[in-house]
């Protein structure tokens, strides 16, 4: 098992900067590709980031590319998702999602994640 924990959320006026943060505890943190998702009511969840198991290499959804930056320090088992230049339309719930290494960090369908966090708002004023 993998427990994962966001934080970092809030309300931000649009062109603002947020920084979210997932806490992983359990199995070793190293052995998973990490990713950020995010729901807007009455949605499913999208993809949004990901990196793999070393930080190496990252992937990013047409919409936030150039504006997120994903990373990972396997020292505090910690993922981070670096927001900037915000738009009324990133609000949403933001939540970190864990696969195990051996999957492609292209792969971005929610049911091909293995464990999640709870969710973190995130809320985008004009």
């Known amino acids: 098992q993998v427990q994962l924990v966001e934080s970092g959320g809030g309300l931000v006026q649009a062109g603002g900067s947020l920084r979210l943060s997932c806490a992983a505890s359990?199995?070793?943190?190293?052995?998973?590709?990490m990713a950020w998702f995010r729901r807007t009511p009455g949605k499913e969840r999208n993809f949004v980031a990901a990196?793999?198991?070393?930080?190496?290499?990252?992937y990013y959804a047409g919409s936030v590319k150039g504006r997120f930056t994903i990373s990972r320090d396997n020292a505090k088992n910690t993922v981070y998702l670096q927001m900037n230049t915000l738009k009324p339309e990133d609000t949403a719930v933001y939540y970190c999602?864990?696969?195990?290494?051996?999957?492609?960090?292209?792969?971005?369908?929610?049911?091909?994640?293995?464990?999640w966090g709870q969710g973190t708002q995130v809320t985008v004023s004009s």
């Open positions: 999602a864990a696969a195990l290494k051996s999957q492609s960090i292209a792969v971005t369908l929610e049911r091909r994640f293995d464990y």
């Open positions: 359990g199995r070793t943190f190293s052995s998973y590709n």
């Open positions: 990196v793999n198991w070393s930080g190496g290499g990252t």
